[in-house]
């Protein structure tokens, strides 16, 4: 007696499949994949097998682009990050989603928040909100604008910072973007004579991801600088 044939998995797809179900070019498809931004497909002999995640990653390259970032932009997003397993499971993000595109993701409760963050949780709430980390959203729910930062916050204390010390950098956080986006409104309120009306609206489109982008980079390459200075090399060069 025969076997019937296996059910096929659902979660495998050829590249010609993948490339249909994301709408783009198989070619595209293969330029992702050199740049680094797309993971091989596992291979069986010579033809190479993609999954669901293959198809996630190339949705979500697709809305980072429509948000103003560039391929190479994409490309440090995804590499640049490491991600909690406790905060995906919370937000009900992948962690794609979670740091790399950095939308809300579902709202969490106060019991998921203090176990995430047992140091400012319920007692240092009310500075959180204040901070931006999280925002009221329902009854006993809580949004995250920016999972990132709520990340940034877990991986400070369990490094072994106080919550002061932690808070001080939120607030420093929050009273940056305060000024960006202050300055950025200022802008966009205030168009120039005669302005095209769609540029000004791409521009307002494509703008803010390239304003979050660019103050983020910016920020960590003078991180950086103040960082090298420091080092003890460096300071008794100066010394001399």
Not at 57 to 63: H, K, P, T
Not at 149 to 177: F, I, K, R
Request: glycine content about 8%; some cysteine.
């Amino acid at each position: 007696m025969v076997a019937p044939n296996p059910t096929p998995d659902m979660d495998e797809l050829s590249v010609d499949e993948l490339a249909h179900r994301a709408g783009l070019p198989t070619r595209t498809i293969r330029e992702y994949q050199t740049m680094g931004l797309l993971p091989s497909p596992e291979r069986r002999g010579r033809v190479g097998i993609y999954r669901v995640a293959h198809l996630q990653r190339l949705q979500l390259i697709g809305r980072l682009q429509e948000r103003g970032y560039s391929l190479a932009g994409i490309r440090d997003l995804l590499t640049s990050w490491t991600d909690g397993d406790e905060l995906t499971d919370i937000l009900g993000l992948s962690p794609d989603e979670l740091v790399h595109l950095d939308e809300p993701g579902s709202p969490a409760t106060l019991d998921q928040l203090t176990r995430l963050l047992p140091q400012l949780v319920p007692d240092r709430l009310d500075d959180l909100l204040a901070f931006g980390v999280i925002d009221h959203c329902g009854p006993d729910r809580y949004c995250v604008p920016s999972p990132s930062l709520l990340q940034l916050t877990v991986d400070a204390l369990a490094t072994g910072y106080t919550p002061t010390a932690v808070l001080s950098l939120l607030t420093a956080v929050h009273d940056a973007a305060e000024l960006v986006a202050g300055a950025a409104h200022k802008l966009l309120s205030r168009p120039p004579a005669g302005a095209d009306r769609q540029q000004l609206e791409a521009l307002a489109t494509r703008g803010r991801g390239l304003l979050a982008h660019g103050t983020g980079r910016l920020a960590i390459y003078t991180l950086g600088r103040r960082l090298e200075s420091d080092a003890p090399g460096r300071r008794a060069r100066h010394a001399r």
